[in-house]
């Protein structure tokens, strides 16, 4: 049963999504920083997938350097600030502080990091340089954290960079797909605000790239292009029943959330299907959201869930109900959604089996498929040239992220097949560096 | 039980916690409030000629989250009328007749001197401490350090003291002098009943780098302070040492002063020689009520070491303090670090290897990030078990068998003093010291 109240106003909203990780006070930041012990070598730095100098921005934090520690953040991340609160930290820098090898909490770097980028931000100061120009001209398609990154740092180079977003908004997933409880709307725009008001990379919106036509014309137009284009929709689970009203994929039932917050309906019953983090975060936000009951079901033991520990514990908290070893076989309903068919599953010989003999149906008004993106594998295949893996996922050189045709790089998502902003951050600033390589050789 | 009272040079007190001539003195209702509190006696601020004060006065040296780790000010002796504060002492010793009632004074002709010294007697004070330390201000007017600098002066006019009073005399040193025997010899030649020290350090606390003066800013300047805190303490003891193992001075009471906090604090100075102490600033951070710690923990050290009275262990260490020459040369300790609690922060690798004599070796599997000592060149320094954050992890283990004993001195005087740099006890033999070189691998 939940425990929280349909919300009717943004204040219910923003109570129910109140945030995991809120912002630093000053005091809270001197007393956190005082702790760090500026370990040799440190293993949060091996942690974070952007290797940020942690204990430098920490210590710079400390001596009240609040804008040195920004500056080290995004030296090494230019989503800085949304990393601080979004990220994992908990199995990344945090779970490595050499402090949790004695039962005393780690550091809460991410805080920190959230604290010295949010203050660096709010003082609107330049703290970037723009390289100066090349002459060269670069396309970046889509404008999440990849593209973001990577447009950034092309920017400090001297490069030209034009962002083409479908969207009407930049930051992609961080904007759209992570739950309200870990960052608003506004966390993430002014981060990308501040970022574009000093580097000027251009971003056109409500921009897709989508036929062979354009891009042909980007090819022509630019030196380089960097898809940055994540996924797509939440993919199609083939079962009966599945086009009914109240079946909606995870991705998409996220951002309706992020943009209509508390005029988002959701039913009474609710059923998730998935066990990875997005699943967790649909299960956690339809509770928040006042659904009396919501199951979240996935098709194989709690211990295969993808989900990290942590985020099955925040939706077990929020007032979650589990059903595991159940896959969904059909959705049932006149029209409209009044149930799940599960069959249930079992293990043997190391294969899932489902025990199609075993059935029941649980009675629900909404149906959240957390069962994976699409890919965009067929706009890849306008794209002479570019290899994919079996799994529909871009390949590129782990250095510099070339695809396999040289004019064309890649990151995040689109590369990885799912993961955080961070590993988006990386891969685009990697990126960047992999084209000024390509385009000064 | 143990048995506190303490009888200092025939002033008679419950216990040996008195309050240092400072702000918390500054009149009978913080005195007496602090003899309800626990404290044994007080040292009234400075009684004299009539002074302006001015604001702000205090500064303090921070480390880390710690604050007031060193303090100063620049306040003078008291500016409330003599009459108001000799009313009080007189109030004060008929609620507390057995409790240590101290008038220190600071005037400066030989007619000023007596007729103070005839005011304070009269009021009922128990006796004497002559201020012959305050670095700022009173200097300038040829009292405080400006006599403590000045064993001549210093001897004369504890003469003229002890020629006026029929209470018992302290002198207070100042340390701003290089060798703290030639005042407290002075003060001994001079009559004095007992030595009274440290005054506080001449000190400039810190600069404000906005307006480039110095801590604590008055209307745009500063000047230097009086330093004192817990960073003094080392100063403090050294000093008491070498008063307490002088052959004349020691015949006199010591009550030490310095940075005392805690009980622990208390027993270190009682094990060089004191038989009191004086606290001010741990009073000025914390409140009267500092004072129920170190009451329960000397009772609870005393009770564990079997002692009676302070008296039973009076000067326990002063037989330890030697020079460097009667060391003994053969004694040989290594580090070793306990790899169970080790979180591997590597502290200590990088202190050795960068701050000391390349003893410690990281890991050579990447497994683990405990570190090990390379015993050979290890010469028991003790900084890597300084640097480990974690209690007890570190430890230094003797590694000579005890039966042999040599020392600079007996080898200078079996004329056995090395010439060439192969001597077996010379610390850098057998090790190995990596190539200038090495440092750019």
């Given at each position: 049963?939940?425990?929280?109240?349909?919300?009717?106003?943004?204040?219910?909203?923003?109570?129910?999504?109140?945030?995991k990780k809120p912002l630093m006070n000053t005091t809270e930041a001197f007393y956190e920083s005082s702790r760090c012990l500026f370990c040799y070598d440190a293993p949060c730095i091996q942690a974070c997938p952007t290797h940020i100098d942690i204990p430098l921005f920490i210590k710079q934090i400390q001596t009240k350097n609040t804008e040195g520690?920004?500056?080290?953040?995004?030296?090494?991340?230019?989503?800085?600030?949304?990393?601080?609160?979004?990220?994992?930290?908990?199995?990344?820098?945090?779970?490595?502080?050499?402090?949790?090898?004695?039962?005393?909490?780690?550091?809460?770097?991410?805080?920190?990091?959230?604290?010295?980028?949010?203050?660096?931000?709010?003082?609107?100061?330049?703290?970037?340089?723009?390289?100066?120009?090349?002459?060269?001209?670069?396309?970046?398609?889509?404008?999440?954290?990849?593209?973001?990154?990577?447009?950034?740092?092309?920017?400090?180079?001297?490069?030209?960079?034009?962002?083409?977003?479908?969207?009407?908004?930049?930051?992609?997933?961080?904007?759209?797909?992570?739950?309200?409880?870990?960052?608003?709307?506004?966390?993430?725009?002014?981060?990308?605000?501040?970022?574009?008001?000093?580097?000027?990379?251009?971003?056109?919106?409500?921009?897709?790239?989508?036929?062979?036509?354009?891009?042909?014309?980007?090819?022509?137009?630019?030196?380089?292009?960097?898809?940055?284009?994540?996924?797509?929709?939440?993919?199609?689970?083939?079962?009966?029943?599945?086009?009914?009203?109240?079946?909606?994929?995870?991705?998409?039932?996220?951002?309706?959330?992020?943009?209509?917050?508390?005029?988002?309906?959701?039913?009474?019953?609710?059923?998730?299907?998935?066990?990875?983090?997005?699943?967790?975060?649909?299960?956690?936000?339809?509770?928040?959201?006042?659904?009396?009951?919501?199951?979240?079901?996935?098709?194989?033991?709690?211990?295969?869930?993808?989900?990290?520990?942590?985020?099955?514990?925040?939706?077990?908290?929020?007032?979650?109900?589990?059903?595991?070893?159940?896959?969904?076989?059909?959705?049932?309903?006149?029209?409209?959604?009044?149930?799940?068919?599960?069959?249930?599953?079992?293990?043997?010989?190391?294969?899932?089996?489902?025990?199609?003999?075993?059935?029941?149906?649980?009675?629900?008004?909404?149906?959240?498929?957390?069962?994976?993106?699409?890919?965009?594998?067929?706009?890849?295949?306008?794209?002479?040239?570019?290899?994919?893996?079996?799994?529909?996922?871009?390949?590129?050189?782990?250095?510099?992220?070339?695809?396999?045709?040289?004019?064309?790089?890649?990151?995040?998502?689109?590369?990885?097949?799912?993961?955080?902003?961070?590993?988006?951050?990386?891969?685009?600033?990697?990126?960047?560096?992999?084209?000024?390589?390509?385009?000064?050789? | 039980?143990?048995?506190?009272?303490?009888?200092?040079?025939?002033?008679?007190?419950?216990?040996?916690?008195?309050?240092?001539?400072?702000?918390?003195?500054?009149?009978?209702?913080?005195?007496?409030?602090?003899?309800?509190?626990?404290?044994?006696?007080?040292?009234?601020?400075?009684?004299?000629?009539?002074?302006?004060?001015?604001?702000?006065?205090?500064?303090?040296?921070?480390?880390?989250?710690?604050?007031?780790?060193?303090?100063?000010?620049?306040?003078?002796?008291?500016?409330?009328?003599?009459?108001?504060?000799?009313?009080?002492?007189?109030?004060?010793?008929?609620?507390?007749?057995?409790?240590?009632?101290?008038?220190?004074?600071?005037?400066?002709?030989?007619?000023?001197?007596?007729?103070?010294?005839?005011?304070?007697?009269?009021?009922?004070?128990?006796?004497?401490?002559?201020?012959?330390?305050?670095?700022?201000?009173?200097?300038?007017?040829?009292?405080?350090?400006?006599?403590?600098?000045?064993?001549?002066?210093?001897?004369?006019?504890?003469?003229?003291?002890?020629?006026?009073?029929?209470?018992?005399?302290?002198?207070?040193?100042?340390?701003?002098?290089?060798?703290?025997?030639?005042?407290?010899?002075?003060?001994?030649?001079?009559?004095?009943?007992?030595?009274?020290?440290?005054?506080?350090?001449?000190?400039?606390?810190?600069?404000?780098?906005?307006?480039?003066?110095?801590?604590?800013?008055?209307?745009?300047?500063?000047?230097?302070?009086?330093?004192?805190?817990?960073?003094?303490?080392?100063?403090?003891?050294?000093?008491?040492?070498?008063?307490?193992?002088?052959?004349?001075?020691?015949?006199?009471?010591?009550?030490?002063?310095?940075?005392?906090?805690?009980?622990?604090?208390?027993?270190?100075?009682?094990?060089?020689?004191?038989?009191?102490?004086?606290?001010?600033?741990?009073?000025?951070?914390?409140?009267?009520?500092?004072?129920?710690?170190?009451?329960?923990?000397?009772?609870?050290?005393?009770?564990?070491?079997?002692?009676?009275?302070?008296?039973?262990?009076?000067?326990?260490?002063?037989?330890?303090?030697?020079?460097?020459?009667?060391?003994?040369?053969?004694?040989?300790?290594?580090?070793?670090?306990?790899?169970?609690?080790?979180?591997?922060?590597?502290?200590?690798?990088?202190?050795?290897?960068?701050?000391?004599?390349?003893?410690?070796?990281?890991?050579?599997?990447?497994?683990?990030?405990?570190?090990?000592?390379?015993?050979?060149n290890c010469v028991g320094c003790n900084l890597c078990s300084l640097v480990c954050p974690i209690e007890n992890c570190i430890t230094m283990v003797k590694k000579d068998d005890g039966t042999k004993h040599s020392t600079w001195a007996e080898r200078t005087d079996a004329d056995q003093v090395p010439t060439t740099f192969d001597d077996d006890r010379?610390?850098?033999?057998?090790?190995?010291?990596?190539?200038?070189?090495?440092?750019?691998?």
């Open positions: 049963m939940s425990e929280y109240k349909r919300p009717t106003s943004e204040a219910d909203f923003k109570k129910n999504f109140k945030q520690a920004a500056k080290t953040i995004f030296d090494a991340n230019w989503l800085g600030n949304a990393c601080g609160i979004v990220c994992p930290t908990g199995v990344l820098c945090e779970g490595a502080c050499v402090f949790n090898h004695q039962n005393v909490p780690p550091i809460q770097i991410g805080r920190l990091q959230n604290f010295a980028t949010n203050t660096t931000i709010d003082t609107a100061k330049d703290i970037f340089k723009v390289g100066k120009s090349n002459g060269k001209k670069i396309a970046i398609v889509g404008a999440g954290p990849a593209g973001i990154a990577c447009a950034c740092e092309l920017r400090t180079l001297g490069y030209d960079v034009t962002i083409y977003e479908a969207k009407d908004k930049p930051s992609g997933l961080a904007v759209h797909g992570i739950a309200p409880y870990k960052i608003t709307n506004e966390e993430v725009l002014k981060e990308i605000t501040f970022l574009q008001n000093q580097l000027g990379f251009e971003i056109l919106y409500k921009s897709p790239i989508e036929t062979k036509e354009q891009l042909k014309k980007l090819e022509e137009d630019f030196d380089a292009i960097f898809l940055g284009l994540g996924l797509g929709k939440t993919g199609s689970l083939e079962i009966d029943g599945e086009d009914k009203k109240g079946v909606i994929g995870a991705v998409e039932f996220i951002e309706e959330l992020r943009s209509k917050q508390h005029l988002t309906k959701v039913p009474s019953k609710v059923v998730v299907l998935g066990g990875g983090n997005t699943a967790m975060d649909a299960a956690s936000e339809s509770a928040r959201m006042g659904a009396k009951k919501t199951v979240l079901a996935y098709r194989n033991s709690k211990e295969k869930m993808k989900a990290y520990g942590f985020e099955y514990d925040l939706a077990i908290s929020a007032g979650v109900d589990s059903l595991f070893n159940v896959v969904p076989i059909g959705i049932v309903g006149k029209g409209k959604v009044e149930g799940v068919r599960f069959a249930k599953t079992e293990m043997v010989d190391g294969k899932l089996k489902t025990k199609n003999n075993d059935v029941f149906v649980v009675r629900c008004d909404m149906v959240i498929k957390a069962t994976g993106q699409a890919k965009q594998g067929s706009f890849y295949e306008l794209i002479d040239n570019l290899e994919m893996d079996s799994q529909t996922r871009l390949k590129v050189n782990n250095e510099t992220f070339q695809t396999s045709n040289p004019k064309y790089f890649a990151g995040g998502d689109a590369v990885n097949g799912g993961a955080e902003v961070v590993n988006a951050a990386y891969d685009g600033k990697m990126a960047a560096l992999g084209i000024h390589q390509y385009l000064n050789k | 039980m143990a048995d506190l009272s303490i009888n200092f040079a025939g002033i008679k007190a419950p216990n040996p916690f008195w309050l240092a001539s400072a702000p918390p003195t500054n009149s009978g209702y913080q005195i007496m409030k602090a003899f309800e509190a626990g404290w044994g006696g007080a040292v009234w601020k400075t009684l004299g000629v009539p002074v302006i004060n001015v604001s702000s006065r205090y500064g303090a040296v921070n480390y880390r989250d710690t604050r007031m780790m060193g303090f100063n000010n620049i306040e003078l002796i008291t500016d409330r009328p003599l009459a108001d504060n000799l009313r009080e002492i007189e109030e004060v010793k008929k609620y507390f007749p057995d409790h240590a009632v101290i008038a220190s004074l600071m005037v400066e002709s030989r007619a000023e001197w007596e007729q103070i010294i005839k005011d304070v007697q009269n009021a009922g004070a128990d006796g004497i401490e002559l201020n012959f330390g305050c670095p700022h201000g009173m200097c300038e007017r040829g009292m405080g350090s400006a006599v403590g600098q000045e064993p001549e002066v210093l001897k004369t006019i504890v003469e003229w003291v002890k020629a006026a009073a029929n209470i018992p005399v302290i002198t207070k040193l100042s340390p701003n002098i290089s060798h703290i025997v030639d005042p407290g010899l002075a003060a001994y030649q001079g009559g004095t009943d007992a030595i009274s020290l440290i005054n506080t350090i001449k000190s400039i606390v810190g600069i404000d780098l906005d307006s480039y003066a110095p801590y604590p800013v008055v209307d745009g300047k500063g000047t230097n302070g009086g330093y004192c805190g817990p960073a003094v303490k080392p100063i403090a003891m050294h000093m008491l040492k070498d008063l307490a193992q002088h052959p004349e001075i020691s015949k006199v009471p010591i009550c030490g002063i310095g940075g005392i906090e805690t009980w622990r604090d208390v027993v270190e100075f009682i094990l060089l020689g004191a038989t009191s102490v004086q606290v001010c600033t741990a009073v000025m951070h914390y409140g009267f009520g500092i004072v129920r710690e170190m009451e329960a923990g000397l009772r609870q050290f005393m009770d564990d070491k079997g002692y009676n009275t302070i008296y039973d262990f009076t000067g326990k260490a002063l037989p330890n303090i030697t020079e460097w020459k009667h060391l003994n040369l053969e004694h040989k300790v290594v580090a070793e670090i306990n790899p169970n609690t080790c979180v591997g922060c590597d502290l200590c690798y990088i202190a050795c290897d960068d701050g000391a004599h390349q003893a410690i070796a990281l890991p050579t599997d990447l497994t683990n990030r405990v570190p090990s000592i390379i015993e050979e010379a610390g850098g033999k057998g090790h190995f010291v990596p190539k200038p070189s090495d440092a750019l691998k």
